[in-house]
T-cell receptor
Framework: EAGVAQSPRYKIIEKRQSVAFWCNPISGHATLYWYQQILGQGPKLLIQFQNNGVVDDSQLPKDRFSAERLKGVDSTLKIQPAKLEDSAVYLCASSMTTDTQYFGPGTRLTVL | QKEVEQNSGPLSVPEGAIASLNCTYSDRGSQSFFWYRQYSGKSPELIMSIYSNGDKEDGRFTAQLNKASQYVSLLIRDSQPSDSATYLC???????????FGGGTRVLVKP
């Protein structure tokens, strides 16, 4: 069974630029999550989708972050404009229920 | 008070010893508890889940849950250098049905 796929694996941008990340969940998993993990901290949930609907985006900085999951499968997370403090690893996870989650390899973002 | 708290470590243990990791959580209504292992530069990997009070064993790992005291622990028996990693405690808090992670405990197993 293929795992959660993410791309790109690494991205370096300058502040005020925009960036987008892509995630393809495990086949059949209805729930998809985006997390931000700052170095030395645990993952922080940014947004949770159930199929193509948003379940929770309470911690998503909506002035600069956006996410969509068209057709209820893959998803994109966008940051525009990026700030220095956005430097982190962005993790995508999926689950069949809202319980056991499986993580992708992550995208390491560096904002200069 | 953080919703899920862990000692950041590092927890240094000699090879072959037992590593004991603790996690406390604030939401008394929480029902699901998970331990993830994260190697440096890698993504979290699920190693244990526990839902009922008591112990749950899986190989060299034992998870312990005490809902009355609001803590969950992880024991690693016969620790190996390959167990050196950060261990993340995650709790499915009753409000919002989403996982909240602790900051992680870094474990170092010395040969």
């Amino acid at each position: 069974e293929a795992g959660v796929a993410q791309s790109p694996r690494y991205k370096i941008i300058e502040k005020r630029q925009s960036v987008a990340f892509w995630c393809n969940p495990i086949s059949g998993h209805a729930t998809l999550y985006w997390y931000q993990q700052i170095l030395g901290q645990g993952p922080k949930l940014l947004i949770q989708f159930q199929n193509n609907g948003v379940v929770d985006d309470s911690q998503l900085p909506k002035d600069r972050f956006s996410a969509e999951r068209l057709k209820g499968v893959d998803s994109t997370l966008k940051i525009q404009p990026a700030k220095l403090e956005d430097s982190a690893v962005y993790l995508c996870a999926s689950s069949m229920t809202t319980d056991t989650q499986y993580f992708g390899p992550g995208t390491r973002l560096t904002v200069l | 008070q953080k919703e899920v708290e862990q000692n950041s470590g590092p927890l240094s243990v000699p090879e072959g010893a037992i590593a004991s990791l603790n996690c406390t959580y604030s939401d008394r209504g929480s029902q699901s508890f998970f331990w993830y292992r994260q190697y440096s530069g890698k993504s979290p990997e699920l190693i244990m889940s526990i839902y009922s009070n008591g112990d749950k064993e899986d190989g060299r790992f034992t998870a312990q849950l005490n809902k009355a005291s609001q803590y969950v622990s992880l024991l690693i028996r016969d620790s190996q250098p390959s167990d050196s990693a950060t261990y993340l405690c995650a709790v499915n808090l009753s409000a919002g049905n989403k996982l909240t992670f602790g900051g992680g405990t870094r474990v170092l197993v010395k040969p």
